[in-house]
């Protein structure tokens, strides 16, 4: 009983401290004390912006703030991609990070069927033949029949294609260094594991579920 007092002492000693390091009070948060926990030398957590207004405890009130929060930052974090990627494709053949997805992809195979190449890329059918025939008519993929299924069409890379890619590849690292940003070493591999873990999460939905409804997706992939 002794030691479980003395922990919740320590505990008010440490939200003191957080308490203190803050420029102001109303900016403590769980996820900072958390931070401020875990990397006590490591003030980055001071530098993060408060998306939220006057009424969060309202909203608060009526979801889940931490999932929301999530779901939000995520898509910033992506729109801050296409924004660094854009510098490094203003002058290149290869317009979109879409376009440069497919290319890497066809890179790493001698070639695909259409479906495969879409599919691999989290795209529905019509946006990913729209890219697929836009890379085409730049001469950086070919198309051909499918010598199994005559149904089906398989693409490739064109040297063109190879070109394209090997010119910026050294550019786009940079947009992969600057991504990160200040992250610990530590840190990148927890993110690394953790979005790999809801990428498995997410295609099998993509690929078997995603026709159904959301609150059934929901029911048998979280609540089962």
């Given amino acids: 009983m002794k030691t479980k007092y003395l922990l919740i002492k320590q505990l008010i000693d440490k939200v003191a401290e957080y308490e203190q390091v803050l420029p102001n009070s109303d900016d403590m948060s769980l996820e900072g004390f958390s931070n401020f926990i875990s990397r006590p030398n490591d003030s980055s957590f001071l530098q993060m912006r408060n998306l939220?207004?006057?009424?969060?405890?309202?909203?608060?009130?009526?979801?889940?703030?931490?999932?929301?929060?999530?779901?939000?930052?995520?898509?910033?974090?992506?729109?801050?991609?296409?924004?660094?990627?854009?510098?490094?494709?203003?002058?290149?053949?290869?317009?979109?990070?879409?376009?440069?997805?497919?290319?890497?992809?066809?890179?790493?195979?001698?070639?695909?069927?259409?479906?495969?190449?879409?599919?691999?890329?989290?795209?529905?059918?019509?946006?990913?033949?729209?890219?697929?025939?836009?890379?085409?008519?730049?001469?950086?993929?070919?198309?051909?029949?499918?010598?199994?299924?005559?149904?089906?069409?398989?693409?490739?890379?064109?040297?063109?294609?190879?070109?394209?890619?090997?010119?910026?590849?050294?550019?786009?690292?940079?947009v992969s260094t600057i991504m990160t940003g200040n992250l610990t070493e530590l840190e990148k591999n927890s993110l690394n594991a953790i979005l790999k873990k809801l990428d498995h999460f997410h295609f099998d939905i993509f690929m078997n579920e995603r026709n159904k409804p959301l609150p059934e997706i929901i029911k048998t992939k979280i609540h089962s």
């Fill in 52 to 174: 939220s207004g006057a009424l969060e405890p309202d909203v608060q009130k009526r979801g889940n703030k931490q999932e929301t929060t999530i779901a939000i930052l995520v898509t910033f974090i992506y729109r801050y991609a296409k924004l660094y990627a854009k510098k490094v494709l203003q002058d290149s053949s290869i317009s979109t990070l879409d376009d440069f997805s497919y290319l890497i992809l066809l890179l790493t195979h001698e070639s695909l069927s259409k479906t495969e190449l879409i599919q691999k890329n989290v795209h529905e059918k019509t946006t990913g033949m729209e890219i697929i025939k836009r890379l085409i008519k730049q001469n950086l993929v070919y198309q051909f029949d499918d010598e199994v299924d005559k149904r089906s069409q398989r693409v490739a890379i064109t040297e063109d294609g190879k070109v394209a890619i090997f010119s910026i590849l050294h550019k786009l690292e940079d």
